[in-house]
Structure formats: C-alpha cells, structure tokens
C-alpha cells in the first residue's frame, strides 16, 4: 500500500528525488554494507522462529488452533513439493525447504507495508534513509543463492564422496572413454562450472527483479494524489500478494530441485 511523501529532514524535493530517496539504503560510513536489509531480515527471520516455536510448543492432538493450523498448512505445502522434487532420504532438506520458503516470504510481504511508513517512524531516531524489502536489495539475494551453492557442492559430496565429485565434473555431461574421456574432460568441467553457476544466479536475479520492480511500482504510486493511490495501490496489492508467494515458492522449490540433482549420480 501507499501514503504521502515523504517529509522531514532534508526530504525530497521532487519525484526524482522521491524515488532516488526510496530507492536509498542505510548503510554502513563507509557504504559498504546495507544495514537496513541486514536488520529487517535479521528480525523476521526471529518472528519466523517465534511463531513456529509457539506454534510447536501449543501444538495438541485433538483440535487444532488456527496457528497450529496455519502452520500444518505450510509445513504440507512444503512438504508435499519436496516429496515430489526431492527422492533421497535427508533430514534436513524439509526444514530447510520450510524456513526458505517462509523467510522469503516474509522478506518479499515488507513491500506491502506503506511506502513511507517505517522511513517516516525513523526519522524520529535521526535515520533518513531506509528499504524495507530486504528481497529488492540484489547484495541480499546473491547471500542467499549463494547459501544454496554451498548446500548443493555439500549435498553432492555427501552424496558422493569427494572423489566421486570430482569424477562428475570431468566425466558429465559427456560420458567418454579412452583417450575421448581425457579430451572432453576439460569441457565437461566447462559445461559442470557453467551450470553450477548459472544456478545461483538465476534464483538470486528471479527473485530480486521481481521485488525490485514492485517496490518500484508502489513508490510510483506514492506520487500520485491519495485518491488514486487508493484507487490503483489496493488492486496493485492484491495482485502483489500473488508475485509475493509465488516468488518465495519458487525459491524455494527451485532449492529443492537443484539439491535433489545434486545427490543424483550422472
């Protein structure tokens, strides 16, 4: 949703300098690190674990809660793509696969709070500078992608055994023999380097662009007079709250897939 623009200290003077100010993290002296994306995802991801946590300590038997509800929902979504992406035994790729795709999402819902909102409430703290969708910061995507390429070169190994691999990587796609292995070792690894990257970049770029682009609309539609924030803000969230989950579900399934071809023998 949206309200009006922002004011305060030293505050924009036009749409360009609205949208500069919006498009703005707080950051570190030295502008090296995004304090704001740190912060806030740092903090849903505790209410993540809170809610899940009481959930868990309130759960009973008999008739359900509407939290323990909520959350057996969740876990069954998650829990039916993973059996179906995912046919080797781990005890860690669901719960894995739960806190992506609830992390995620709350992250990608930060875009529905008002555009002004938590920069105006900071301002009384001396702090003009704030993005509030951890998820629209790329630094904070590639993190996260980069997380899931380590968790697949773990899975593969553990799957595998480092040798096992290695071999993969000089012998796949292209299975040779004799003296053919030892010349397309060199593009097998190629083709093995450029999929393993290009996996990580995909998830973090997917996610970003999508965040991105509607944070962008509903500070657009911050410049707008009330009425019309009103008017196209409201079925902009509604549609918003699809991209929303269904980005965190692909982030989340895509994982699941990509690990699930990680403990594949090629």
């Known amino acids: ?36 994306t740190f912060w806030i995802s740092a903090v849903l991801g505790l209410v993540f674990l809170g809610v899940f946590s009481m959930a868990a ?21 998650v829990n039916d793509t993973v059996n179906s992406a995912f046919h080797a035994k781990s005890a860690v790729i669901a719960p894995l696969a739960i806190t992506i795709f609830v992390w995620v999402w709350l ?7 008002p555009v002004d909102l938590l920069p105006r409430l900071l301002e009384f703290f001396g702090v003009y500078k704030l993005r509030v969708v951890p998820t629209a910061d790329v630094n904070h995507t590639f993190g996260m992608s980069f997380g899931v390429l380590l968790c697949i070169i773990g899975f593969s190994i553990k799957a595998k055994g480092v040798g096992g691999w290695g071999k993969e990587l000089f012998t796949a796609p292209f299975h040779a023999h004799g003296v ?20 990580p970049i995909s998830l973090s770029l997917r996610l970003f662009g999508n ?22 803000g409201g079925p902009w969230a509604i549609f918003h ?16 897939v990509y690990l699930s071809l990680a403990v594949e023998k090629h």
């Open 57 to 77: 300590k309130r759960a009973t038997p008999g008739v359900p809660g509407k939290l323990q509800n909520f959350v057996e929902w969740i876990m069954e979504l």
């Open 241 to 256: 709250i699809l991209i929303v989950t269904l980005q965190a579900f692909v982030f989340m399934a895509l994982t699941v």
């Open 180 to 199: 053919a292995a030892i010349v397309l070792a060199p593009v097998n690894f190629v083709f093995q380097m450029i999929e393993l990257i290009a996996k």
């Open 1 to 36: 949703m949206t309200t009006e623009h922002a004011g305060g200290h030293a505050g924009p003077a036009n749409a360009t300098e609205y949208i500069q100010h919006h498009l703005s993290h707080l950051q570190t002296a030295d502008g090296s690190f995004n304090l704001d």
């Open 107 to 113: 992250m990608n819902a930060m875009d529905f709070l």
């Open 211 to 232: 965040m991105y682009a509607g944070e962008l609309i509903f500070i657009l539609i911050a410049l707008l007079p009330w009425w019309a924030q009103w008017l196209l």
